[in-house]
């Protein structure tokens, strides 16, 4: 089975800390997404990266960053927490490249629900 | 913006028929649509997926429509552990097909009555 884990289910941070929310999967998988989630708009993308040290802006990137380093590991960085900044984050992976036929079904971690006070 | 929009609840009785119905009316001829569930306190999980025909595995059904504006995700025999949030999603896809994203919509709480 596909595991994605994620480094923590609950965090709670305070304003201006620097935070990091670490993924890893275990599929050997070239596709890893960050999500964040809110009560009324669903999973909003922040950052994915489809191979080692490439990396690309989702849709709300703003107050975040990520790192790639090695296929297995994705990182979400907040570089000085803000309040609205609290949110479940999702990390999930995909197969990637160009075969044809390929579901390229996300699989999710439990995500890591975030508080910053 | 999300591409897709969904009733935000549902009921169904156990044992009968589930029909979640999408609408995707700008979707583009080479997007694809997905449905995942997320049940409470776990992260989504994949379900189906379809581009022009309908679309059967051992979970689900997936109808779409001729002209591709919407389609409905069929649970054949409900039971109590599929309530969840059901997601109606447009895969994008990114770099000549390299890569890709979903776009996630609000998706539909599905309760299934006893």
């Known amino acids: 089975d596909v595991k994605v884990t994620q480094s923590s289910r609950y965090l709670v941070k305070r304003t201006g800390e620097k935070v990091f929310l670490e993924c890893v999967q275990d599929m050997d998988h070239e596709n890893m997404f960050w999500y964040r989630q809110d009560p009324g708009l669903g999973l909003r993308l922040i950052y994915f990266?489809?191979?080692?040290?490439?990396?690309e802006k989702g849709d709300i990137p703003e107050g975040y960053s990520v790192s790639r380093e090695k296929k297995e590991r994705f990182s979400l960085i907040l570089e000085s927490a803000s309040t609205n900044q609290t949110s479940m984050y999702l990390c999930a992976s995909s197969l990637g490249g160009l075969a044809g036929g390929q579901t390229y079904e996300q699989y999710f971690g439990p995500g890591t629900r975030l508080t910053v006070t | 913006d999300a591409k897709t929009t969904q009733p935000p609840s549902m009921d169904c009785a156990e044992g009968r028929a589930a029909n979640l119905p999408c609408n995707h009316s700008?979707?583009?001829?080479?997007?694809?649509v997905y449905w995942y569930r997320q049940i409470h306190s776990q992260g989504p999980q994949y379900i189906i997926h379809?581009?022009?025909n309908n679309e059967t595995n051992e979970m689900a059904s997936l109808i779409i429509t001729e002209d591709r504006k919407s389609s409905t995700l069929i649970l054949p025999h409900a039971t109590l552990r599929d309530t969840a949030v059901y997601y109606c999603?447009?895969?994008?896809?990114?770099?000549?097909?390299?890569?890709?994203?979903?776009?996630f919509g609000t998706g539909t709480l599905l309760a299934v009555q006893p």
């Open positions: 990266s489809y191979d080692v040290k490439m990396k």
């Open positions: 379809g581009l022009k």
């Open positions: 700008t979707i583009s001829g080479n997007e694809y």
């Open positions: 999603i447009v895969r994008v896809d990114l770099f000549g097909g390299a890569t890709n994203k979903l776009i």
